[in-house]
């Protein structure tokens, strides 16, 4: 979604979508995601009731564990969609104006072609590797969405290992933490390859 956003309002510079998808995403990347989740409780739970965030494992109850975990999702999802669609319509503007770009455009190639097989190629790159520290902090946990709804994961695990001094959880959690970061930072270094010949190994 946030990737998607950017390349429509990077090819739609300066028109009402653009200004309005910017300025959602300013707001994204601007509230603390705290004070998101907060307010996202305060509007689609305790006053629409649309959704409940009382949470149950998936083994009790698999339906209150999905439903439980949408807001967690929207919340995290409206942080990092805005940082995606910034990232990607200021790449996108600095590719188009590139020279290769105009070379394709010059020999005939259509919008779409130029876009789709040349710009879009090059955007990837930078929206790997803040993918790659993104996922891995992910999933190393997301201490202040889990503190907000009063969810069990490895962040909060960190914090109250953190506070008693459980020494053999603090290392248990980081190792795996460590493990996701890497992993994660393995993948993105492997897909480079695949969307950039020029960075494979001989």
């Known amino acids: 979604g946030g990737i998607t956003t950017g390349v429509v309002s990077a090819l739609r510079r300066g028109t009402l979508w653009d200004r309005s998808a910017m300025t959602v995403a300013l707001a994204g990347v601007s509230l603390p995601i705290y004070f998101t989740g907060l307010l ?6 305790y006053s629409l009731k649309w959704v409940n965030v ?20 929207i919340t995290l999802a409206f942080l990092y969609a805005a940082m995606y669609a910034r990232l990607t319509r200021a790449t996108m503007l600095e590719i188009m104006g590139e020279d290769y770009i105009r070379t394709a455009r010059a020999k005939g190639l259509r919008e779409r072609v130029v876009i789709g097989r040349h710009a879009m190629r090059s955007t990837w790159t930078p929206v790997l590797t803040l993918l790659g520290l993104d996922l891995g902090a992910l999933l190393g946990g997301a201490v202040l969405t889990e503190t907000t709804y009063n969810l069990p994961g490895l962040g909060r695990l ?8 459980d ?11 460590a493990i996701f970061i890497v992993v994660a930072n393995l993948v993105v270094d492997l897909l480079y390859a695949v969307i950039d010949p020029r960075v494979r190994l001989g």
């Open 167 to 177: 020494l053999p959880v603090i290392l248990g959690v980081t190792l795996i933490a």
């Open 40 to 45: 996202s409780l305060a509007i689609f739970s």
């Open 54 to 73: 009382d949470y149950k494992g998936f083994a009790d109850d698999p339906a209150m564990w999905f439903e439980s975990l949408i807001l967690p999702w």
């Open 158 to 165: 960190a914090v109250n290992a953190i506070t008693e001094k």
